[in-house]
């Protein structure tokens, strides 16, 4: 997670992407029941 922050610092730009990239994972994962540490 430190990574993606760094990410973030370094691309603003995609900081919004970053954000419904998770929500799509917590969607999926939790459609599928994996309960992974995002």
């Given at each position: 997670s430190e990574q993606l922050e760094a990410l973030r610092h370094h691309f603003p730009n995609i900081s919004k992407?970053?954000?419904?990239?998770?929500d799509l994972l917590?969607?999926?994962?939790?459609?599928?029941?994996?309960?992974?540490?995002?």
């Open positions: 992407a970053m954000e419904e990239g998770k917590k969607q999926i994962t939790r459609s599928r029941g994996f309960g992974m540490g995002m």
